[in-house]
């Protein structure tokens, strides 16, 4: 099982609105990251997890809150976010042998429009 | 300043052309991996090379790492619709990961 999944696949919020964007895989991978693309770009980079802990954060604005609440399962909280921030929201994940440069599988994404 | 440049940045073609996107760097990467990402969903990965001078192929798609490690390119020959979408390369130096500017590729039918 090499599958990484997201829910949901879409989602609209206003920025007044609290929503979790969620990341699930069952392939024993040990890191896991968000990232952030917008269309016909490359992603960009946002937190990476590694054994459960945070080990990466990119500067990212604190409307953005990652959890990772066990091995397999990696959280986006949202919240007051602006319309800029509509985006596709990339999870994927790696063997994480400790150093941040496994090969990555990602999730198909979750869709993010912001009103 | 993106440590890994790709080339076309978007490119359109017909049904049965050859074409080659490049993925440049004055950088050294100890491994270099490409992806294709269709509209809507995440990047798949289609290979990853780690030798320098390494050539892959995965049917109609041919991939190459350089001598030096310094750069990759992938060829696709006779392309088909269904190879439209964003080509990605990523590679891994200085213990960090990163992703090329990426090519957006259409082929019409």
């Known amino acids: 099982d090499t599958e990484v999944t997201q829910t949901p696949k879409h989602l609209v919020m206003g920025m007044t609105n609290k929503k979790s964007l969620k990341c699930e895989q069952h392939?024993?991978?040990?890191?896991m990251y968000w990232y952030k693309q917008k269309a016909k770009k490359p992603p960009e980079l946002m937190f990476v997890?590694?054994?459960?802990?945070?080990?990466i954060n990119e500067s990212v604005p604190s409307r953005f809150s990652p959890e990772c609440p066990n091995s397999s399962l990696l959280n986006l909280h949202l919240h007051a976010l602006q319309p800029e921030d509509s985006a596709l929201y990339l999870c994927?994940?790696?063997?994480?042998?400790?150093?941040?440069?496994?090969?990555?599988?990602f999730g198909p994404g979750t869709r993010l429009t912001v009103l | 300043t993106q440590l890994l440049e790709q080339s076309p940045q978007f490119l359109s073609i017909q049904e049965g052309e050859n074409l080659t996107v490049y993925c440049n760097s004055s950088?050294?990467?100890?491994?270099l991996q490409w992806y294709r990402q269709e509209p809507g969903e995440g990047p798949v990965l289609l290979v990853t090379?780690?030798?320098?001078?390494e050539v892959k192929k995965l049917k109609r798609l041919t991939f190459q790492f350089g001598d030096a490690r310094k750069d990759s390119s992938l060829h696709i020959t006779a392309a088909q619709p269904g190879d439209t979408g964003l080509y990605l390369c990523a590679g891994e130096t200085g213990n960090q990961f990163y992703f090329g500017t990426g090519t957006s590729l259409t082929v019409i039918p």
């Open positions: 994927a994940s790696s063997q994480g042998s400790g150093r941040y440069v496994d090969t990555q599988y």
């Open positions: 392939m024993g991978h040990r890191a």
């Open positions: 950088s050294v990467f100890s491994s």
């Open positions: 997890y590694s054994y459960e802990k945070l080990s």
């Open positions: 090379v780690v030798t320098g001078g």
